[in-house]
């Protein structure tokens, strides 16, 4: 079994359930236990973390009224 988290908190479940081997793609917001770091990022956010609180808002408002989506899925 090929296991995929999308959530933090899964993937962490995951973990202590003893199925990280399993575990083949994580979010890109994933960054626990420490071994999580090798596994592929299978998400991301189209919004830049690195700007203030205001611009990350900002950010959101204008992606959400343009009916776009926050976040991508990795299919490949």
Known sequence: MRIVSL???????????G??????????????PK???IIEKVSSSSI??????????HQ???TL???A???QINTE
Request: include cysteine.
């Open 48 to 57: 830049d973390p690195t700007g203030s609180q205001g611009e990350i808002d």
């Open 35 to 37: 071994e999580i770091d």
């Open 65 to 67: 009224q343009s009916n």
């Open 60 to 62: 959101v408002r204008e």
């Open 19 to 32: 199925l990280g081997s399993r575990l083949v793609g994580i979010s890109h917001e994933c960054n626990y």
């Open 7 to 17: 959530t933090p908190s899964a993937s962490e479940i995951v973990f202590e359930l």
């Open 69 to 71: 989506t926050l976040y």
